[in-house]
Each structure stands twice: as structure tokens, then as C-alpha cells.
């Protein structure tokens, strides 16, 4: 498999997930399966199926979070800020056709939230991004049609 890129903080918020599913999640669910067992006949107990539900979930959970763990990359922070647009950075955009002001932070795959700010290494947009410099012009297509940017800033 592939390596993952991730960020110092990304990584770290992936490992405190599957810590907390491990040490807590795992633990309360076993917990829920005995209490529901207790209650008798298991074959028609809503509580018993509900917490073997969650406890799938919680397994699968654990063994993706655990092959993540294992593919993942850090790239070390930026100590300067580049001249060229790469991950890790925050890239101040100017949409050509709204006029709107837009920053977003390229991070790995599993970090990558939009709505907060930060988009994948790998979408469209974070692509077109890698390697340019303030003050040039992207084109991008999206779902929703051809976008234009100019980038203002490059931070770290």
C-alpha cells in the first residue's frame, strides 16, 4: 500500500482516536453485550443486537485506523514559508468569479475538511495548487463547473 501524508497534528488526532476506541469504546461495548446477556433470551434482545451493531463498528474501526497507522507518512512542519505551494501549507485564494476570499490548509487524505479549512492533497483543487506561486492564476474543475483563482499568500 501506499504511504499516507500526514501532518504532525493530523497523525496525532488519528492516534488519540484509536487510542480512545481501544482503551474506552472497546471496554463499554463488551460491557453492554454482558449486561444485555444478562437481561435472558439473546435471540430477541434489541439490546443485545444494538451493542454486537456498535461493537462491529468499533472492530472495523479499530483495524482501519490501525492500517492508516501503518501506511502513514509525516511530513515534518514547514519551518519557512516556501515559494511554492506544497503540503502542509495554508494558500490564500482570490476566487476570479465571486470575488471571494477563500484559505485553505492541504493536508493528507484522512485530515481533509473543508468546511474548516482544510482539503485534501489529492483533490482537484489542492492538485491544481501544488507548485505555484503567489500571483498565479489556477483553473479548476469541479463538480460544479470550471472555478478561477489567484493566489494572494502562501503560509505556514
Not at 88 to 98: I, R
Not at 112 to 139: T, W
Amino acid at each position: 500500500m501506499n504511504k499516507i501524508p500526514f501532518t504532525p497534528e493530523g497523525l496525532e488526532k488519528i492516534k488519540k482516536e484509536l487510542e480512545y476506541l481501544i482503551k474506552v469504546e472497546r471496554r463499554n461495548v463488551i460491557k453492554a453485550i454482558e449486561e444485555a446477556r444478562a437481561h435472558g433470551d439473546i435471540s430477541e434482545n434489541a439490546e443485545y443486537e444494538a451493542a454486537k451493531e456498535r461493537q462491529a463498528y468499533i472492530e472495523g474501526r479499530i483495524q482501519e485506523l490501525s492500517g492508516i497507522l501503518a501506511n502513514a507518512e509525516i511530513i515534518p512542519a514547514l519551518t519557512k514559508v516556501p515559494d511554492k505551494v506544497q503540503f502542509g501549507v495554508k494558500v490564500k485564494l482570490l476566487n476570479l468569479d465571486t470575488d471571494e476570499i477563500v484559505t485553505y490548509r492541504i493536508v493528507g487524505p484522512y485530515e481533509a475538511d473543508p468546511s474548516n479549512g482544510s482539503i485534501s492533497l489529492y483533490s482537484p483543487l489542492a492538485r491544481s495548487l501544488i507548485g505555484k506561486e503567489v500571483g498565479d492564476e489556477i483553473q479548476v474543475d469541479t463538480p460544479s463547473g470550471i472555478k478561477n483563482f489567484e493566489i494572494l499568500d502562501i503560509e505556514i
